[in-house]
């Protein structure tokens, strides 16, 4: 372990590839606010998935120029093929249909316009380049600025602003075609991966952890309770956080169960679902986290590919929407995952840290603990899965 992490340094000196197309930015919700429809007494405003975070994280990482730290990749669009992997081709269709119509809901606070498809099928092509690139070692890790978002959608139907499942479609197409076996999925948007766990809820080959703020969207899912079916039963594990959780709580969970479930999964990949509606500044969410927590999870995560399986870890961009906070944690993130000594100055960073209610919390402690035994039985936990959670990190 202790050779592994030495060579950490030397081993991300390559550069990150980052995925993006100006067509993600290009997708348009319409003017209907935090609800998926308007009302009679809702005055339209601008949508909450928006492509203002995006595009600002994208000129932050132009100015500060960390991106000519980075491999920029812009790839094709995902192909029908790729998409039919895990979408059923009835919704594909009627995507296409309501596309030709000019738009409607794709399911479940899934609104689109005309150029939306498109937006989503190029949103997901970033995802599938980015996790073949790293797969087949092309790239030893890589980030994709996708949009719109996929962690909600279904296999038939859109949820939550996802149209398309973006990783369940890339990760298909890698195993599909012999690149990866087994993954593992970490999803630390502050809502619940729904679609991810849904695509992968019987598959023992594909380990969703997902890191969420309890009760918020969706309602009915994301329980600790939900932990798979079938031959996938133990391969499904939901962290619902209570609101207002901050760096403490994030840390303690990391450190007690995220890192050493996934340690004990050994995985060949591991995918994040990058959403920074965790942030303290976001509207969606109620939790705490500065830039700086969101940089530390992306160095406990690199140092943990590097030991577990070559260094390959891919970041898909997913929610998050304080338009003036999302370019901060996100380049805090990415310089991070490229080993970068380019920052960025966050003038809230030491502000948000000192908040009240930061620190773990008696009740946040109690519940991580609970969940930490009730997956303890399992069996799939041990004392060396246990110390990776406290090896040393390189400078992030």
Request: overall charge negative; aromatic content about 8%.
């Amino acid at each position: 372990m202790t050779e592994a992490f030495e060579m950490l340094g030397e081993a991300t000196t390559k550069a990150t590839a980052f995925y993006w197309h100006e067509r993600c930015f290009w997708h348009d919700p319409g003017a209907i606010g935090v609800f998926s429809a308007p009302g009679e007494f809702l005055q339209p405003q601008p949508a909450s998935e928006s492509p203002e975070s995006k595009r600002r994280l994208k000129n932050l990482l132009e100015v500060s120029g960390l991106i000519d730290e980075l491999t920029v990749v812009k790839p094709p669009a995902a192909t029908q093929e790729d998409l039919a992997r895990f979408h059923t081709q009835r919704y594909l269709a009627e995507l296409k249909a309501g596309s030709r119509r000019g738009g409607g809901d794709a399911g479940d606070c899934a609104p689109y316009t005309a150029g939306s498809l498109a937006a989503a099928k190029q949103s997901a092509g970033l995802a599938v380049a980015a996790v073949e690139d790293v797969a087949s070692g092309r790239h030893r890790n890589a980030y994709a600025l996708c949009r719109p978002p996929g962690h909600h959608a279904e296999a038939d139907r859109g949820r939550g602003f996802c149209l398309l499942g973006n990783i369940p479609v890339a990760v298909m197409r890698a195993r599909a075609l012999g690149q990866v076996r087994r993954v593992a999925v970490l999803d630390w948007d502050v809502h619940h991966g729904n679609g991810t766990q849904d695509a992968f809820y019987d598959d023992p080959e594909v380990f969703s952890v997902s890191l969420h703020q309890a009760g918020n969207f969706p309602l009915e899912t994301g329980g600790f309770d939900e932990q798979g079916e079938g031959a996938g039963q133990g391969a499904t594990l939901n962290l619902p956080l209570p609101p207002g959780c901050g760096i403490g709580a994030y840390r303690h969970a990391f450190t007690r169960l995220v890192l050493p479930a996934l340690a004990a999964f050994r995985p060949e990949l591991i995918v994040v679902a990058c959403g920074y509606d965790a942030c303290a500044k976001d509207p969606l969410g109620k939790m705490l986290l500065n830039s700086a927590m969101f940089a530390e999870m992306t160095a406990r995560l690199r140092a943990l590919a590097e030991h577990l399986c070559g260094g390959r870890l891919v970041m898909i961009h997913e929610g998050g929407y304080s338009e003036g906070y999302v370019p901060l944690c996100g380049h805090a993130a990415i310089a991070t995952l490229a080993s970068s000594g380019t920052r960025v100055h966050d003038p809230q960073n030491d502000e948000i840290a000192a908040w009240g209610y930061q620190s773990l919390q008696p009740h946040q402690h109690e519940l991580i603990e609970q969940w930490r035994q009730g997956w303890m039985q399992h069996g799939a936990l041990d004392e060396a899965d246990e110390q990776v959670a406290a090896l040393p990190l390189a400078t992030f």
